[in-house]
């Protein structure tokens, strides 16, 4: 049973992970939050979105609240935050996909500024495990919760969501003795904020 104010429903049987983010998220907020659910990801999921690319392992979700009325014939039913993901259980891990984070910078075609570029684009990440994928892509979808909520004061952008998700799977993975898959997570998140740091706004 999760220690999490939040119902957690676990269907991958990772009571370690829901431990842990308990605790990281220990100094937040989540009475907005009205469940957590992890499920596995379906053989259909896990289907490459473009031609060579790599199968996603991970789907995050975070549902904001829905109004009581919407545009439709019948109200619907208030609720709360919702976050829900998908995590691939095949034997296949370590495992790639493609996701977004920091990439160098490339121009966009925007009508009012001619010459705009963004850092913004699909990375390759490796999850050395199915755990560690959990934490990235919970991470993910709190970090959207946490800044639609004000309780982080960043943009609340799928980037920005990635590189949360890499410091807090750098996190679990340190703790699990798995040193080596640390640091090439992080070796990834400095690359980001060297990035980052051109001054370009993503």
Known sequence: ?????????????VPTVIDFLHDRLSGYDTHLLDWI???PMTDQQHQPQLPGQHPPVTLSTCWPP????????????RHKF?????????????????????????????????????????????????????????????????AQTHQ?????????????????????LRNNGQATAAAAMSAQLVQWHLIQSNGLQG
């Open 82 to 146: 919702r976050i829900k993901v998908n995590i691939w259980q095949g034997e296949d891990y370590p495992a790639m996909e493609n996701n977004w984070g920091r990439v160098p910078a490339r121009p966009i075609r925007r009508r009012s500024v001619p010459e705009r570029y963004t850092t913004r684009g699909l990375c390759e990440w490796n999850y050395p495990d199915r755990l560690s994928a959990t934490v990235h892509a919970l991470t993910r979808a709190l970090f959207l919760f946490l």
């Open 1 to 13: 049973m999760s220690s999490l104010a939040v119902p957690v429903h676990d269907r991958t049987n």
């Open 66 to 77: 829905r109004d009581t009325w919407l545009d439709c014939d019948e109200p619907q039913a």
């Open 152 to 172: 982080i004061d960043l943009p609340p952008s799928n980037s920005n969501a990635s590189a949360l998700g890499h410091r807090w799977a750098i996190e679990w």
């Open 37 to 39: 659910r992890i499920y």
